[in-house]
């Protein structure tokens, strides 16, 4: 490989920054119940330890995003909460409100048919503006669970009235270096409509979001698990960015719904391809988009932090396999109807065996070069078990594993 163009795919790795989820180094369940792990993070603490272990080992991962329910405690200041990170030598990264857990949500929060559900997701939402503004977060990330279970069972149009008046309600509230990230998902907790469907629906919402503000102030969050089967994603992704629309990407994988796995555990290729759009804008406008790459995985079995190292791991090296793809070839081949052969310039790039590449990366950085093999030769992941055990039963928790 020539030197021109590794210092290149170097520098794209050095500014490929993947943030972590804090809810994704606790224990998780399905809806059926938990199964615990002795290591698995339950305090604030203990999640930006294990962030910070993924970073110290990786390199790319200097954020967390953070839950505000789970990861601010009542009458904590958020400073507090940013201190407690650096000690990890990570920072704050998106903010993420919660309006599903509480029971006044029961109906929805923006959308509520329930005026005081609906008091209560702008109060709480206001609070994470506040918060964000504190701890100088760039993001403020909404996923709702609003939706109808049953048809007609409330008024689609008021709900989504409702819900755009509030987004952009918020959005103005907003500092300047703050932009809104707005999820979507087709189905799931609701099970007959969801309020924010799909894309094009979050499109919208963005849209109103901040048109009083000059536009662009909110953006689409697409994250890889919230699309039915078969839904091009790479193609929504193409299409955002060419539109400017695209804030944010979840990473994780699935093999039927919202099934949080590892990246590529299931689908590389797809994966890859949607890199392959990403590099594709990069090379087309000449400069890589802004985006704030995140992984959204929870899956239950897998220890939390050697899954995270995973998930990294892998997108750094379907990211660098998308950098191989010789784009000036492409577009000419592509030109002239080429079909096989512009397919086989993806499928080539695909194939490439990039592991020296990001190793040989990881060497200049002074990372560890084998990151997952130099944490489960560390014994940590056994360490933490055991303290984290120790420690849960000094603080008198019970751990509830069923639902009933
Ligand atoms: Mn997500």
Do not use: M, R, W
């Given at each position: 490989m020539k030197s021109q163009r590794m210092s290149r795919i170097f520098e794209a790795l050095d500014s490929f920054e993947i943030e972590l989820p804090s809810w994704g180094f606790a224990d998780t369940g399905t809806r059926f119940g938990k199964f615990f792990q002795?290591?698995?993070?339950?305090?604030t603490e203990e999640k930006f330890h294990d962030a910070g272990l993924v970073h110290q080992l990786t390199?790319?991962?200097?954020t967390v995003a953070v839950h505000v329910l789970w990861d601010f405690q009542a009458g904590q200041h958020p400073r507090e909460v940013v201190r407690l990170a650096r000690k990890y030598k990570v920072g704050i990264g998106s903010i993420n409100p919660n309006l599903?857990?509480?029971?006044?949500?029961?109906?929805?929060?923006?959308?509520?048919?329930?005026a005081a559900a609906r008091r209560a997701a702008m109060t709480h939402a206001l609070d994470c503006v506040d918060i964000g503004r504190t701890v100088k977060s760039k993001y403020l990330t909404f996923w709702l669970g609003d939706?109808?279970?049953?048809?007609?069972?409330?008024n689609i149009v008021r709900r989504k009235r409702d819900l755009q008046k509030a987004f952009r309600r918020v959005a103005e509230k907003m500092p300047s270096r703050m932009t809104m990230l707005i999820e979507y998902k087709p189905f799931e907790p609701a099970f007959?409509?969801?309020?924010?469907?799909?894309w094009g629906m979050a499109y919208v919402f963005c849209k109103y979001a901040s048109s009083r503000m000059g536009g662009r102030r909110a953006k689409v969050l697409v994250d890889?698990?919230?699309?039915?089967?078969?839904?091009?994603i790479e193609h929504i992704v193409a299409f955002l960015l060419d539109e400017g629309m695209i804030g944010g990407f979840h990473f994780n994988d699935r093999k039927?719904?919202?099934?949080?796995?590892?990246?590529?555990?299931?689908d590389p290729y797809g994966a890859f391809r949607i890199f392959n759009q990403i590099v594709q804008n990069t090379f087309d406008t000449g400069k890589a988009p802004k985006l704030a790459y995140m992984i959204d995985q929870s899956h239950n079995l897998k220890p939390k932090i050697e899954a995270m190292v995973q998930s990294v791991d892998l997108a750094q090296r379907l990211f660098v396999k998308a950098h191989l793809v010789d784009r000036k070839t492409l577009a000419r081949v592509q030109h002239k109807g080429d079909i096989v052969a512009a397919e086989r310039l993806l499928q080539d790039a695909y194939e490439t065996d990039v592991r020296h590449v990001v190793r040989d990366w990881r060497a200049s950085r002074k990372l560890p070069l084998d990151p997952l093999g130099e944490l489960r030769s560390s014994g940590v992941i056994n360490r933490l078990g055991r303290q984290r055990s120790a420690a849960r039963k000094a603080r008198g928790e019970v751990q509830v594993a069923s639902y009933a």
């Open positions: 002795e290591a698995s993070a339950s305090t390199g790319a991962c200097p599903f857990q509480d029971q006044c949500y029961k109906l929805g929060s923006f959308c509520s048919p329930d939706g109808t279970n049953y048809p007609g069972q409330d007959y409509h969801t309020d924010i469907a799909d890889a698990g919230h699309h039915y089967q078969s839904v091009n039927y719904a919202d099934d949080d796995l590892t990246l590529g555990s299931i």
